[in-house]
């Protein structure tokens, strides 16, 4: 089992950046791949950002470009830098974490929203 705590949401303004981080505790080192999903009011939830044991990454076509997920050193942490956030980025997001033959493990959600 993993566990996984975001933090780094907040608000922000149009064209503004935010930072999330998300910490991950428990059998770590069976983790295949960590990332993002978010999910904002009325939408289903969908994938942000990924990002492998092996470094391969996968984005969104909303935020390539703008968004850039990466991993810590010791690979229990993953980041999700957000640049040029748009009102549309408003949403809460949460981190996700892929062992194989388990459910995937889930963070509590952090709320980003971009307004003026």
């Not at 993002?36 to 492998?52: C, D, M, N, S």
């Amino acid at each position: 089992q993993v566990q996984l705590v975001e933090s780094g949401g907040g608000l922000v303004q149009p064209g503004g950046s935010l930072r999330l981080s998300c910490a991950a505790s428990g059998i770590i080192f069976s983790i295949y791949a960590m990332g993002w999903y978010r999910q904002a009011p009325g939408k289903q939830r969908e994938l942000v950002a990924a990002i492998t044991s092996g470094g391969s990454t996968n984005y969104a076509d909303s935020v390539k470009g703008r968004f850039t997920v990466s991993r810590g050193n010791a690979k229990n942490t993953v980041y999700l830098q957000m640049n040029s956030l748009k009102p549309e980025d408003t949403a809460v997001y949460y981190c996700y974490a892929t062992v194989p033959g388990t459910a995937d493990s889930w963070g509590q959600g952090t709320q980003v929203t971009v307004s003026s």
